[in-house]
């Protein structure tokens, strides 16, 4: 009889090349995160229109794309216990599904009211995809690269962003708003039915859950093709902890960590829509024309790409909470100099795209920070619900920048008092750092490294 091989599934993946099925889970990462990138930014470009067809106030467009943040919230935040109960597959074609469906229903909006009910429940599904994609990729990915492609597949954020834009150009002027918003919808509901086909539950999640060892085997085998006997169990190395994932994440071991990922990312993605959302209105202010504060906005948003990358690389490179501290830092002092350079309008251009590289590479890199923090059986949990605090951030940060132009602040001043909340990201990110780095996937194995078939 032929003895049962004990294959661990981690050192698998992390002594492996990356095979053209991995890439294709990457790809699949980005193609959702792109999709939800579009239907975020589609408010963005239809909102003129709305303000045209429909004579709605700025006020009250706010309080659409507020509720909008407030579903990204709530759904991350429900969408991670989930996911490491049924499954990382489950819950992203379901909210796949879901936002499509609602970005649909919301084409279909008589009035503002109706369009605050389907933005609400476009939320819930653009909340649920996004950090348990970037979870299942993560659970994919070998450790030495895992930061880089996770910042990558989230480049398909201002990807998906980007392309919302150019098509808003062609489509709005010839059928409408209600043309782009159904594209929206459309487009991720064509793209399900992708998922279900091509997208393989995370393996990593299948050995914790006890999952039949043919199930296991059929999807390595897909990875590694010719590597993977069929006489072999599948094993992780010893979880440090075990119980409910929620509690997990709030446990002793993981408390202090988890808060200050809360602390860093509500604070990362507060710096990062008060300046996306605010920086066009600040600029003029100064004597800037409308086509300057757009181009300067839109390098500021373009720097991104190139700081997510970056971000990425570094992390893989150096200890990760250095890397990230150093980033914020600089973003930080970066953004504070944009109060002083009012009287160059090449200088601002420069300082924002260094500013927006740093702090929107920051941001993306917190989520591979995220994933490598928490075990397997406890990451989706984490991380989307380090997503679901930093939307929370996200929406005060409307009312922030709101207040601060009502405050009628020196232009300076206002960059100035930008400081305090990237100050908070460093202290956060050192301070997990030094109490709180954990690698829970590096616990010693107990089980026999990796054969070869014969």
């Given at each position: 009889?032929?003895?049962?091989?004990?294959?661990?599934?981690?050192?698998?993946?992390n002594t492996q090349p990356l095979s053209r099925y991995q890439k294709l889970v990457i790809f699949l990462g980005f193609a959702v995160i792109a999709l939800d990138g579009f239907d975020i930014?589609?408010?963005g470009f239809i909102a003129p229109v709305l303000k045209q067809e429909w004579g709605v106030s700025n006020h009250e467009l706010g309080f659409v794309i507020s509720t909008a943040l407030i579903g990204l919230a709530l759904g991350a935040m429900f969408s991670g216990p989930l996911a490491d109960w049924l499954g990382r597959k489950k819950i992203i074609i379901n909210s796949v599904f879901f936002f499509g469906f609602w970005t649909v229903a919301t084409a279909f909006s008589q009035n503002i009211e109706q369009m605050i009910f389907f933005r609400f429940m476009t939320g819930l599904g653009l909340g649920a995809a996004m950090?348990?994609?970037?979870?299942?990729?993560?659970?994919?990915?070998?450790?030495?690269?895992?930061?880089?492609?996770i910042t990558v597949i989230f480049?398909?954020?201002?990807?998906g962003a980007a392309i919302g834009g150019?098509?808003?150009?062609?489509?709005?002027?010839?059928?409408?708003?209600?043309?782009?918003?159904?594209?929206?919808?459309?487009?991720?509901?064509?793209?399900?039915p992708i998922l279900l086909w091509k997208l393989p539950e995370s393996v990593r999640f299948l050995v914790i859950k006890q999952a039949p060892a043919g199930q296991i085997c059929a999807i390595l085998k897909r990875l590694y093709p010719g590597k993977i006997a069929d006489n072999v169990s599948f094993v992780l190395p010893t979880q440090p902890v075990s119980g409910n994932a929620m509690r997990i994440v709030l446990s002793p071991q993981y408390r202090f960590g988890t808060l200050m990922l809360w602390l860093v990312y509500f604070m990362g993605l507060f710096l990062v829509y008060i300046l996306g959302s605010w920086l066009p209105t600040l600029v003029k202010e100064i004597g800037l024309t409308v086509s300057q504060a757009a181009i300067m906005t839109a390098i500021y948003q373009a720097g991104g790409t190139v700081g997510s990358l970056f971000a990425g690389w570094l992390m893989d490179r150096i200890n990760p909470h250095r890397a990230l501290g150093a980033i914020f830092a600089v973003g930080g002092l970066v953004t504070m100099a944009i109060g002083f350079a009012a009287a160059s309008f090449t200088l601002l251009c420069l300082l924002a795209l260094i500013s927006g590289a740093c702090l929107n590479g920051a941001n993306t890199?917190?989520?591979a920070l995220s994933a490598r923090f928490y075990p397997t059986q406890a990451r989706a949990t984490g991380s989307s619900w380090m997503h679901g605090v930093g939307r929370i951030g996200?929406?005060?940060?409307?009312?922030?920048?709101?207040?601060?132009?009502a405050m009628d602040l020196k232009f300076e001043t206002v960059f100035l008092l930008l400081g305090i909340p990237a100050l908070l990201t460093v202290l956060g990110v050192a301070a997990k750092g030094w109490f709180a780095s954990g690698q829970p996937d590096n616990v010693p194995t107990v089980t026999s490294s990796l054969r070869s078939p014969s």
């Open positions: 009889m032929a003895q049962t091989q004990r294959l661990d599934v981690r050192e698998l993946i930014a589609i408010m950090p348990n994609i970037s979870t299942l990729v993560s659970e994919y990915a070998p450790e030495r690269k895992r930061s880089f492609i480049c398909g954020f201002t990807f150019f098509t808003a150009s062609w489509l709005i002027p010839m059928y409408g708003w209600h043309s782009l918003m159904a594209l929206g919808g459309i487009l991720p509901l064509l793209f399900v890199g917190m989520n996200a929406i005060l940060s409307a009312f922030a920048g709101a207040e601060m132009l």
